[in-house]
């Protein structure tokens, strides 16, 4: 496994949780806009050290999820912004340019906390 990008939950915006009801987790660095922030869950900012791609794994904490699309826009934003979105619907086309895919079941509001690690790893 070659790791990709490595950060951690440092802030839970006051609605993030409300985005993973509809199988969706918005990340954002910390330096997203107060009122983006309210819906993000947010981490410092780190280097995006190669393309995160189909084939790949999004892990969460201990759990790791097969990523199945990646939006045209993805290894931009998060290289430059520490912004995407996670869907885990297993699509195999993004379905925004700055959303990513993942095959699994969404993570619960005790799963995801401050000190949650976020990873992308490419096999």
């Known amino acids: 496994m070659t790791m990709l990008y490595q950060t951690q939950v440092t802030k839970i915006g006051e609605f993030a949780a409300e985005a993973l009801d509809d199988n969706m987790m918005i990340l954002f660095d910390d330096n997203a806009p107060a009122d983006v922030a309210d819906y993000c869950y947010i981490h410092p900012h780190a280097a995006l050290l190669d393309d995160i791609k189909v ?43 700055g959303t990513v895919h993942v095959s699994g079941t969404c993570p619960t509001v005790p799963e995801l906390e ?5 990873t992308f790893e490419l096999n």
């Not at 401050?114 to 976020?118: L, N, Q, V």
């Open 55 to 97: 084939g790949g794994d999004f892990v969460l904490g201990q759990t790791r999820f097969p990523i199945t699309a990646v939006g045209d826009v993805v290894n931009q934003n998060l290289g430059e912004l520490g912004h995407i979105t996670i869907r885990f619907d297993g699509a195999d086309e993004a379905e925004y340019p």
């Open 114 to 118: 401050i000190g949650t690690e976020i």
